[in-house]
C-alpha cells in the first residue's frame, strides 16, 4: 500500500520553542491531509484538515496560531507546534488522502515539551 | 515496538451477513484498541473502542473482543448494510497509537 512518512518519530523541546512535524506521502500525491492528536489513553482527536494550496481547517478548540499547518505542496504538510508548552506534549498523528481514496497513516510522533 | 496486523486486507459480503476482521498486536502493554471506518476520500472515524480491561463491547450493530491472552482483538459487523461499505482501521494503543494496514470491506446490495 502507500506510504505516508512522518517526521520526526519522537521530539522533545524546551517549552517556548517550536516544533516542526512533517507528514510526506512518499508514492502518491495527497489532496488532503489530517492531523491528529492523541490524549493518554483516548483515541484520535481530529485537530485540522489540511488542502493542498489552501488554508487548514481547524476543529472547534484547536488554536490555529498555535497548531500552524502548512500543505504546500501534494506530497508534504508540516505542523508546527509554536510556543511549546508542557500541556502540548502528546502524541501526533497525520493522515493522507488522495481524492476519492483510502487514508493512511503516518507513524506519529511523540512531542515531549519540557 | 508495537506491531499490528491486521486480515483480511479485502473483505466482501452480501448485505444482511455478517462482516468479521480480526487484528493481532505484539506488544501487552497495549490498553487501548480503536477502531476506525473510513469512507472513500473523507477522514477516519472512531466508531467503537475497547480497554483492556474488557473482554467484549457492543453498539448496535457492530462489536468488538478483546483477547489479551492471545494479543488479539476483533470487529464484528452483523446484518451488514451497504452503507457499511468502508475501510476498517484496528489500532493498538501502548499509549502511542499503531494501525493496522486496514480491511477494505464491500457490502453487496
Known amino acids: 500500500g502507500a506510504v505516508v512518512s512522518q517526521h520526526p518519530s519522537w521530539v522533545i523541546c524546551k517549552s517556548g520553542t517550536s516544533v516542526k512535524i512533517e507528514c510526506r506521502s512518499l508514492?502518491?500525491?495527497?489532496?488532503?491531509m489530517f492531523w491528529y492528536r492523541q490524549f493518554p489513553k483516548q483515541s484520535l482527536m481530529l485537530m485540522a484538515t489540511?488542502?493542498?494550496?489552501?488554508?487548514?481547517?481547524?476543529e472547534q478548540g484547536v488554536e490555529k496560531d498555535k497548531f500552524l499547518i502548512n500543505h504546500a505542496s501534494l506530497t508534504l504538510s508540516t505542523l508546527t507546534v509554536t510556543s511549546a508548552h508542557p500541556e502540548d506534549s502528546s502524541f501526533y498523528i497525520c493522515?493522507?488522502?488522495?481524492?476519492?481514496?483510502?487514508?493512511?497513516f503516518g507513524q506519529g510522533t511523540r512531542l515531549t515539551v519540557v | 515496538g508495537e506491531n499490528v496486523e491486521q486480515h483480511p486486507s479485502t473483505l466482501s459480503v452480501q448485505e444482511g451477513d455478517s462482516a468479521v476482521i480480526k487484528c493481532t498486536y505484539s506488544?501487552?502493554?497495549?490498553?487501548?484498541f480503536p477502531w476506525y471506518k473510513q469512507e472513500l476520500g473523507k477522514r477516519p472515524q472512531l466508531i467503537i473502542d475497547?480497554?483492556?480491561?474488557?473482554g467484549e463491547k457492543k453498539d448496535q450493530r457492530i462489536a468488538v473482543t478483546l483477547n489479551k491472552t492471545a494479543k488479539h482483538f476483533s470487529l464484528h459487523i452483523t446484518e451488514t448494510q451497504p452503507e457499511d461499505s468502508a475501510v476498517y482501521f484496528c489500532?493498538?494503543?501502548?499509549?502511542?497509537?499503531?494501525f493496522g494496514a486496514g480491511t477494505r470491506l464491500t457490502v453487496k446490495p
Open positions: 489540511s488542502n493542498e494550496g489552501s488554508k487548514a481547517t481547524y
Open positions: 506488544d501487552s502493554a497495549s490498553n487501548y
Open positions: 475497547i480497554r483492556s480491561n474488557v
Open positions: 493522515s493522507a488522502l488522495q481524492g476519492y481514496t483510502e487514508a493512511f
Open positions: 508514492d502518491f500525491q495527497a489532496t488532503t
Open positions: 489500532a493498538a494503543s501502548t499509549p502511542d497509537m499503531r
